[in-house]
């Protein structure tokens, strides 16, 4: 099992930045991939962001390539993601996620274990 808690979301104005955070705790392998979701209300839950912890690769869905940035600290067992130039249709709850493998990242089925999620709000 792997427990993973989310924070950092807040309240934040269009063209502002947040930094989410996802601790991992419990069974976790540094073979395991990360990746963060977000769900926006009335709509379907959507990839964010994928992080390889073994070798650092990443990939991020086209709406947010060049504002957001997802990392890692080893020592932490922590992901994190970094979101600027946040726009009103970024307003969802992000989650974190862990799953083995690098296929089919965009499929949230994939991933075996979630976080509780984090509320973020952008105002226009």
């Known amino acids: 099992q792997v427990q993973l808690v989310e924070s950092g979301g807040g309240l934040v104005q269009a063209g502002g930045s947040l930094r989410l955070s996802c601790a991992a705790s419990?069974?976790?392998?540094?073979?395991?991939?990360m990746g963060w979701f977000r769900q926006a209300p009335g709509k379907e839950r959507e990839f964010v962001a994928a992080?390889?912890?073994?070798?650092?690769?990443?990939y991020y869905t086209d709406s947010v390539k060049g504002r957001f940035t997802i990392s890692r600290d080893n020592a932490k067992n922590t992901v994190y993601l970094q979101m600027n130039s946040l726009k009103p249709e970024d307003t969802a709850v992000y989650y974190c996620?862990?799953?083995?493998?690098?296929?089919?990242?965009?499929?949230?089925?994939?991933?075996?274990?979630w976080g509780q999620g984090t509320q973020v709000t952008v105002s226009s």
């Open positions: 992080l390889s912890w073994s070798g650092g690769s990443t």
């Open positions: 419990g069974r976790f392998f540094s073979s395991y991939t």
């Open positions: 996620a862990v799953r083995i493998g690098w296929a089919y990242l965009e499929h949230g089925d994939e991933y075996a274990f």
